[in-house]
T-cell receptor
Framework: NAGVTQTPKFQVLKTGQSMTLQCAQD?????MYWYRQDPGMGLRLIYY???????DKGEVPNGYNVSRLNKREFSLRLESAAPSQTSVYFC???????????FGEGSWLTVV | GIQVEQSPPDLILQEGANSTLRCNFS?????LQWFHQNPWGQLINLFY???GTKQNGRLSATTVATERYSLLYISSSQTTDSGVYFC???????????FGTGTRLQVFP
């Protein structure tokens, strides 16, 4: 029972570098989400995908791109990392609107 | 967009005490969930409760949708209850689940 799997778990980037966070779920869920959590703060929605092939902006989309590759996978890309993007990133999924949401374990990203 | 406020921001309890956490939201919601984030950062879903009352062991939750608030009750608190409690909502016009700022709970023996 893997649930929601995120990779990598830890990453250090230099300013201006690019990277992609990968997320996969094995629960046949339609909706997937990317959130970021800054120290001592709540979670803020970056991007959201209601179904394969669709994506939508959340509260803080600037500096990020996403791709819903298929029903299982939802990736988050930082094209040119900035120190302000230092954060913990969480991927999540849910079967239908209104169902319980399940989170991955988080990806700790530091941009220096 | 929908606004979510939680109170209190911080709560310090001795083991065995009871507590009530509150979540206010600014619009009608299709979905409301309570989560516990443990000290290691893991997010665990506690309740899916867009309306009504639910109980799970020492925890219970009540949402009064018409008055736009939800309450999480923790009875006989234990040190393992420590962490941050979040509520998250999405409105009828959107499927985006928005989180409140959380209540940080510390339970001491």
């Amino acid at each position: 029972n893997a649930g929601v799997t995120q990779t990598p778990k830890f990453q250090v980037l230099k300013t201006g570098q690019s990277m992609t966070l990968q997320c996969a779920q094995d629960m046949n869920h339609n909706s997937m989400y990317w959130y970021r959590q800054d120290p001592g703060m709540g979670l803020r929605l970056i991007y959201y995908s209601a179904s394969e092939g669709t994506t939508d902006k959340g509260e803080v989309p600037n500096g990020y791109n996403v791709s819903r590759l298929n029903k299982r996978e939802f990736s988050l890309r930082l094209e040119s990392a900035a120190p302000s993007q230092t954060s913990v990133y969480f991927c999540a999924s849910t079967g239908q609107a209104g169902n319980t949401i399940y989170f991955g374990e988080g990806s700790w990203l530091t941009v220096v | 967009g929908i606004q979510v406020e939680q109170s209190p921001p911080d709560l310090i309890l001795q083991e065995g005490a009871n507590s009530t956490l509150r979540c206010n939201f600014s619009d009608s919601v299709n979905n409301l969930q309570w989560f516990h984030q443990n000290p290691w950062g893991q997010l665990i879903n506690l309740f899916y409760i867009p309306s009504g009352t639910k109980q799970n062991g020492r925890l219970s939750a009540t949402t009064v949708a018409t008055e736009r608030y939800s309450l999480l009750y923790i009875s006989s608190s234990q040190t393992t209850d420590s962490g941050v409690y979040f509520c998250a909502v999405d409105g009828f016009k959107t499927d985006k689940l928005i989180f409140g700022t959380g209540t940080r709970l510390q339970v001491f023996p």
